[in-house]
């Protein structure tokens, strides 16, 4: 029965499609009687096709009128000049009509096994959660989902787990989003956790790499800022956290770990992007993934991934300072970057960070260095600029498909370099 | 792959800066040229002037993936005063492949709306443009590489990243007036 009515309201919305595109509904409320007279006489001028959903009754009380694209100066006119007060209640009805198709046809994807959820589509919250669960239900053996914290606004923080056994086994940590703006790598979080999970047993590294070490994913690392993305600004960068004494919201998540925490590579004005906060894990996210790291123990590596430049970078961002293996960390970016571009030509620079992008003080990987974690890599995927954060989502599955054989080299180098 | 050189980072911001320029005299609604590679930088050199870069590097042509550039570009970061904007002396290689069937087609198209054009964020959240609003996002692109050059410094990296509204203006002659909103990123300061 739920089927049959989707589809008969699928059935309505595409007949519909383009009938009402630029039209808007206007909320008019008649000043006296003689207003009242006045609507109904635009009622009754066919030309017009103004459509009453609510029909005008008496003055004080509001009426709806639907009113086509071609005839809105006219009616606007009338009504202004004969001081009529309206405002705008839809501002486009096809739209409000495309984005219910939108959310019905995607409310029947959510139902589905992980074989046919769309990686090729940017996703809400809601999808993304929904869809960790399947890829449990799908993998069992294979994968969990732990929580390691909440959100500001209370929101679980889920890690995915991957691990055939054994007890508090070496592990990699990956993060994607922690800078909610940048949407591509929350998606190729999502293609690359399936991927993990799809290649054991049949990819040799990934067989490999699992039947000695445990990963943990945290797909959606700033979930406040996600939603925000969503609902309100889709070029948030920081947490939802309020600052005390100011209007601006929020901190910088990758300016708040303790490693030069408060130097001149993050900013201390709550207003700013790179604001770094009060002091060091002051937010909830980053003191969720430090207090889960060092009390994990046994952590070798930390991958965070970010957009966008197309750069593989190791630390410091905070000092100038090469580290003691810099060498090694350089020929391994050197190597990943090469097995990236071998997939469609995609350039990427590498390097420290302070050599290759600039100074960044407080950042995760920086952190995770200074506490024993040797294998730390930021990636910034793709662009270079031409779509920057608003990367269009046909580049999702090339952006993880070429990524793969990077993140590959990097977590086998991993597992053949034990410490 | 290239090795990159420490400095490549301010080869990168100076190169960005002279597409910026490039953009705003060659580009318009049938051309968005963008900064594909650098090939090679040198510099900075310092004296009183400021710090000027020596760039070699390759344009493309946004409207045609097939169409590059290869540009060399002398980019002078004045120290005094920094309201000043950056000089930039670029060349070209080449003949660009003409806009102006693009160009026209365009003007006909806007002409012949029957209501001024409006439009917002483009691209959209997911990186979606209409095929109609691209030459409306070219053209935006040309002069938000003026805005950019003006406003660069060593310390910036600035790139479109959306065009939050865009309003024609009325006019009682044949020309077509835009009113932009556009945000800048820096990839510096973020």
Sequence with gaps: MKILLVFAALVAAACSEKLFMGDQVLRVTAGDEGQVTQLRVLGEQAELQVDFWRHPTRPGHPADLRVPFSSLPAVKTFLESNNISYSIMIEDVQELLDEERRTMVKSRRTERSTSTFDFASYHTIDEIYHWMDVLVGDHPNLVSKIQIGQSYENRPLYVLKFSTGGSNRSAIWLDTGIHPREWITQATGIWTANKIAEEYGKDPSVTAILDSMDIFFEIVTNPDGFVFTHSSDRLWRKTRSINAGSPCIGVDPNRNWDAGFGGSGASSDPCSETYHGPYAHSEREVKAIADFILGHGNVKSVISIHSYSQMLLFPYGYKTAPVPNHQEMNELAKKAVSDLAAVYGTKYTYGSIMDTIYAADGIAVDWAYDNGVKYSFTFELRDTGRYGFLLPSTQIIPTATETWPALLDVMVHVLEHPY | ?190
């Design chain 2, 1 to 190: 792959a290239m090795e990159d050189p420490p400095s490549s980072f301010r080869f990168r911001r100076a190169a960005v800066v002279a597409a910026g320029l490039i953009r705003y005299r060659r580009g318009g609604p049938g051309r968005g040229l963008v900064l594909r590679d650098v090939r090679r930088g040198r510099g900075p050199d310092i004296d009183d002037a400021g710090h000027k870069y020596h760039l070699e590097f390759v344009l493309e042509d946004l409207n045609d993936k097939d169409s590059t550039v290869n540009c060399t570009a002398e980019v002078l970061y004045h120290l005094g005063n920094r309201n000043t904007p950056p000089d930039v002396q670029f060349t070209t290689e080449g003949e660009l492949k003409s806009s102006s069937e693009a160009d026209h087609r365009f003007y006909n198209q806007i002409k012949s709306l029957e209501e001024e054009l409006v439009a917002e964020n483009i691209p959209d959240s997911h990186g979606n443009v209409p095929p109609a609003l691209v030459p409306v996002r070219l053209l935006a692109g040309a002069a938000a590489g003026y805005v950019i050059w003006q406003n660069s410094t060593e310390d910036t990296e600035l790139h479109l990243a959306q065009i939050k509204r865009v309003k024609q203006v009325k006019r009682s002659d044949e020309y077509l007036e835009f009113d932009y909103v556009i945000l800048l990123h820096d990839v510096v300061s973020q």
